[in-house]
């Protein structure tokens, strides 16, 4: 069994940060990518962030320069610092790892966090 994790979420002004972390655990043979995406009320979900094994980065244009993903492959653990929220950044977080499992045929799969709250109020 694999499981993705995420925690860090919660309330914070305009202008605040915050720093979520991801964890995945269980029986996992080896993590690709990592990352994050959001859904705010009412939208998509959107990409926000992703890292790969290596260490390569992508962002959305709307959190580059704000926003920084990193990871901790010993760990299996992909963190996102985000800096200079805005209102506009309010969303649920969802975490991914991109990984193959030790259990069962080695095809790589997405397995998804629940989900953590990020609320970007005055």
């Known amino acids: 069994q694999v499981q993705v994790v995420e925690s860090g979420g919660g309330l914070v002004q305009p202008g605040g940060s915050l720093r979520l972390s991801c964890a995945a655990s269980?029986?996992?043979?080896?993590?690709?990518?990592m990352g994050w995406y959001r859904q705010a009320p009412g939208k998509q979900r959107e990409l926000v962030a992703t890292?790969?094994?290596?260490?390569?980065?992508n962002y959305a244009d709307s959190v580059k320069g704000r926003f920084t993903i990193s990871r901790d492959n010993a760990k299996n653990t992909v963190y996102l610092q985000m800096n200079s929220l805005k209102p506009e950044d309010t969303a649920v977080y969802y975490c991914?790892?991109?990984?193959?499992?030790?259990?069962?045929?080695?095809?790589?799969?997405?397995?998804w966090g629940q989900g953590t709250q990020v609320t970007v109020s005055s």
């Open positions: 269980g029986s996992i043979f080896s993590v690709n990518a």
């Open positions: 890292i790969t094994n290596g260490g390569s980065t």
């Open positions: 991914f790892a991109d990984l193959i499992p030790a259990v069962g045929p080695r095809f790589t799969d997405d397995y």
